[in-house]
């Protein structure tokens, strides 16, 4: 067992002994070996011959020392040999029949020693604690020095033992002192600068016979919490009244010559037990003490605290006692913040935790008691009752009397606050508004709504209490104008956002032949139904384009005979006093985008970048798609159309993503499940790729509108999501692919916006593209708009690089709104139709050891890194990204890791 540290506590008595052992405490009666501990043979001459109990460490050194029920006529004596002994620790002595004496000589090699607790039951005076010649204890941590006042009551004595106290003055180690019985020797209470005690924590001097005046200086030792001074009825002494400044929670001066009055707040601070019974105290008694409780002051209840006193205070003895009047003077903060505890200021408010009650009522009825703890007789602290509003706090006092006193003061809490509100759609619609002091999870109660103009904000949810709700509010279009929040009586501050509706947001429209008066179609979203109270003008010079048409989600209106001009404008519609933001969504009818103005048999729609045919199709509206066969890849989204007997092929498959910069390759096991028309991709719930045959003419909702596409044709959808990590910056690489393969970038049709600069084209944005071998005519398009975090936004498509017939293709993906934002979902896609060829053309030299079979292509496998946030992956990303290897090392690494990580 390891080494035990005796720690005496006060008032023990001499059968009873407490060690802690391990942070246990223990109990030994009358004996000292614990649980086989290690006993040495102690020579029986260190203390006279007498038999003891040591305990020592494994090298046989002796660290305790226990002698119990030592008789004889004359004191134990210790000798040099043990006094001098450097490895002791704790002596404990009990039942020592005549006292003990320590050697003549100087102890000066007892360095360790830290307890020492010695009893004795000596029954006539003489020298029984010699301690003159223990001048070297400097470690000494706690000391008991008490006589058997048991036995001398038994023996209807009173004798108290003298003891030379200045030799215990000077030990800055010094902890805990006890003297029980012993006579001070000088009887004189020593004065403060006689005193070395900074780590002093508790004092008891129980019958040491004190006289003199006591320096009140002694109360504010830095570490003393506990201070004992009984039956020294010569010593004389006052109560500080700053007594508060020092760290006391103890303080028993019972039967002693303490005079004057008692401190007005000894009892609002840190003062827990108190007994100032038999002392020269009078006058009156501070006010806090006529608000205790009855058991508080009873000395036969066990309590704590404890606050023991004689009815001898001109407010309070045999013949009267007054009255307590608590008394609230202030509340805080004010106004109350909902999550925020409350203090209570004032006068007799609370003597003790347990013995008040303290109750909120509000004006709508609501009530709440809080939890409530006292820091002094002046000051509580409680919990938010967070019923919100104005009402009243009450406070109750139970010290006995019927009915209790009590106090109110009046309480407001904080007007809420809003500091953001969503936009409504001007048809109608839920808002949300975020702030501060908003509805409590009830929900809204009596006196409390949102009302707008006049109109009530219905249906309230409460999303987070206090902190965020949702309403729905009616149609309109009027804007920045108050919202009314009142809750429970307290109506919002002036410093909350106003409320606004949407904005009209554009979407797309449809180009518009120059020189000819036409009509502009604009689609998007609260444009409001009144044309009379809508504006459109179109670019830089705000031509304006009489709106003749309005229906929230339409525009149309009369575009003047104006010059072609290259490029986009953008399309201001303005409802009221709100205006869309820059969009770039005009342009004149580009005969590269959309040859022949589509034949008149559909819509040069700028937002999706090609015509919107109506029955025929083809870049022109003009052609018919053929039958075709596909194939799909199990583990790897890769799309093979096959037109005349597998003659000629078309691939397509997306390479990689590129978030921030950094690219991943796709790896090969993506969850598929599909059908006989179309197949669903998953990359770890992140990423989804749908290939979809389609077998009937339809239409897809992309960007907030509606394309159309032919039968027979294949749509090529991507799906990401990444919440943990968006990105400012998100690409995709695809492959598309002709089979067979040709050396020599063939005769092709890449269709990019008009500029009024040629070599613009090869940055410019890819629309669609066309590329035929023997009878079949390829077709791909790749629509300019999306769908970006949960709105509106658009793809960027261009030709990163072509080898003969295939190309690697970088597909930018842009927000919606003309701030940047980070992107953590989009959906976009591409389609592909196979068309009968005008002119047939028979591929170019094909390239070496190619055939229609082999040169299917086929992505590199096994790449599977850290894509769309997958933590696991995350490492992987940082590892690619610092690679200042060639691209085919890269990728040798990356399969290395991607084995580690799957345990292959």
Not at 90 to 112: E, R
Not at 417 to 423: G, Q
Not at 469 to 480: A, D, E, F, K, T
Not at 804 to 814: E, F, M, N, R, W
Request: hydrophobic share 35%.
């Amino acid at each position: 067992m390891g080494r035990l540290h005796l720690n005496l506590l006060l008032l023990l008595s001499i059968s009873l002994f407490t060690v802690q052992v391990n942070g246990q405490w223990l109990e030994i009666k009358n004996y000292f070996r614990l649980f086989g501990d290690p006993v040495c043979n102690v020579n029986t001459q260190w203390l006279g011959g007498v038999s003891a109990y040591p305990t020592c460490d494994g090298k046989g050194n002796v660290l305790t020392l226990t002698v119990l029920n030592i008789g004889g006529s004359s004191p134990l004596a210790m000798t040099p040999q043990l006094a001098n002994h450097p490895t002791l620790d704790t002596l404990y002595f009990a039942n020592i029949q005549k006292g003990i004496t320590f050697p003549t000589s100087d102890m000066t090699n007892m360095t360790g020693l830290r307890n020492v607790n010695i009893s004795v039951n000596t029954i006539s005076p003489s020298t029984v604690f010699d301690f003159s010649k223990a001048t070297s204890l400097q470690t000494l941590l706690s000391l008991k020095l008490s006589t058997n006042f048991i036995l001398q009551s038994a023996l209807k004595t009173n004798v108290n033992f003298p003891l030379d106290f200045t030799v215990f003055t000077k030990i800055p180690s010094l902890k805990y002192l006890f003297l029980n019985g012993l006579t001070a020797n000088p009887t004189e209470f020593m004065p403060i600068a006689s005193i070395n005690w900074p780590s002093l924590i508790s004092l008891e001097l129980i019958g040491s016979g004190f006289n003199g005046t006591m320096d009140p200086k002694f109360f504010y030792l830095p570490s003393l919490k506990s201070f004992t001074v009984v039956n020294s009825p010569l010593l004389t002494f006052e109560i500080p009244n700053n007594l508060y400044d020092g760290s006391l929670t103890t303080l028993n001066i019972t039967n002693t010559n303490c005079g004057g009055t008692l401190p007005v707040n000894i009892i609002n601070r840190s003062i827990t037990r108190l007994d100032i019974r038999k002392t020269a105290i009078s006058g009156a008694l501070p006010s806090p003490f006529l608000c205790l409780p009855p058991d508080v002051t009873n000395p036969n209840v066990p309590t704590n605290p404890k606050y023991l006193f004689d009815k001898v205070f001109t407010n309070y003895n045999t013949t009267y006692q007054g009255l307590c009047i608590p008394n609230i003077t202030s509340i805080s903060p004010y106004p109350l913040q909902i999550n925020s505890t409350i203090t209570l200021s004032g006068n007799n408010i609370a003597g003790v935790n347990g013995y008040y009650l303290i109750k909120m009522s509000n004006t709508v009825g609501d009530q709440v008691n809080i939890n409530c703890i006292m820091v002094d007789g002046e000051t509580i602290v409680c919990t938010n009752g967070q019923i919100q509003g104005e009402g009243t706090l009450n406070i109750q006092i139970f010290n006995g009397n019927n009915p209790p006193p009590q106090d109110s003061i009046d309480f407001a809490y904080q007007a809420p606050l809003i500091l953001s509100a969503t936009p409504c759609p001007t048809l109608g619609g839920n808002i949300t508004l975020t702030g501060y002091d908003l509805v409590d999870p009830v929900g809204i109660q009596e006196n409390s709504g949102i009302v707008i103009l006049g109109k009530r904000c219905e249906n309230i949810q409460i999303i987070v209490p206090y902190r965020v709700v949702s309403c729905y509010y009616p149609p309109g279009i009027v804007s920045n104008v108050p919202i009314s929040f009142k809750v429970k009586g307290l109506m919002s501050t002036n410093s909350s956002v106003n409320f606004f509706y949407k904005a009209p947001y554009v979407i797309s429209s449809n180009a518009i032949l120059p020189n000819v008066e036409s009509d502009l179609i604009i689609s998007g979203s609260d444009f409001w139904n009144d044309k009379d109270l809508i504006t459109v003008t179109i670019g830089p010079n705000q031509i304006n384009c009489p709106v003749s048409l309005v229906n929230h989600n339409i525009i149309i209106c009369r575009f003047p005979a104006t010059p072609y001009v290259t490029g986009s404008m953008s399309i201001n519609v303005t409802v009221l006093s709100q205006s869309s933001q820059p969009n770039g969504l005009f342009q004149f009818i580009d005969e590269n985008l959309c040859p022949k103005s589509c034949s008149g048999k559909g819509v040069c729609s700028v937002s999706v970048g090609f015509c919107i045919c109506e029955d025929l199709y083809g870049p022109a509206c003009t052609q018919t798609p053929i039958q075709t066969a596909y194939e799909l890849e199990t583990g790897t989204p890769l799309l093979t159309i096959s037109a005349e007997n597998n003659k000629t092929q078309l691939q397509a498959t997306l390479v990689s993503v590129i978030e921030n910069g950094a690219e991943t390759l796709i790896p090969s096991n993506w969850i598929v499940t599909q059908n006989d028309t179309y197949a669903v991709y998953n990359w770890t719930s992140k990423m989804i790729v749908t290939i979809r045959k389609n077998v009937a003419d339809g239409s897809e909702q992309l960007g907030g509108l509606n394309y159309t596409y032919p039968a027979n044709s294949y749509a090529y959808s991507v799906e990401y999501t990444n919440t943990l990590m968006p990105s400012p910056s998100l690409q995709f690489k695809f492959s598309i692919k002709v089979i067979p393969e040709e050396c020599e970038v063939p005769p092709m049709t890449l269709a990019y916006p008009t500029t009024d600069n040629s070599s613009e084209t090869q940055s410019a944005d890819l629309h669609w593209s066309l590329l035929t071998q023997y009878q079949t005519q390829w077709s791909a398009r790749y629509p300019q708009s999306a769908n970006v975090n949960s709105g509106y936004g658009s793809v960027k498509s261009r030709v990163l690089s072509q080898t003969g017939s295939s190309q690697i293709l970088l597909v930018t993906v842009l927000p919606g709104t003309a701030q940047q934002e980070d992107i953590f979902e989009t959906r976009f896609e591409m389609d592909f139709t196979a068309y009968q060829a005008t002119d047939s053309r028979t591929p170019g030299g094909s390239c070496k050891g190619s055939s229609s079979e082999d040169n299917r292509w086929k992505i590199a496998v096994g790449v599977v890194v850290g894509v769309v946030g997958a933590a696991i992956f995350a490492v992987l990303l940082f590892y690619i990204f610092r690679q200042k290897t060639k691209l085919d090392e890269t990728k040798r690494l990356l399969d290395k890791k991607l084995a580690e990580l799957n345990g292959l």
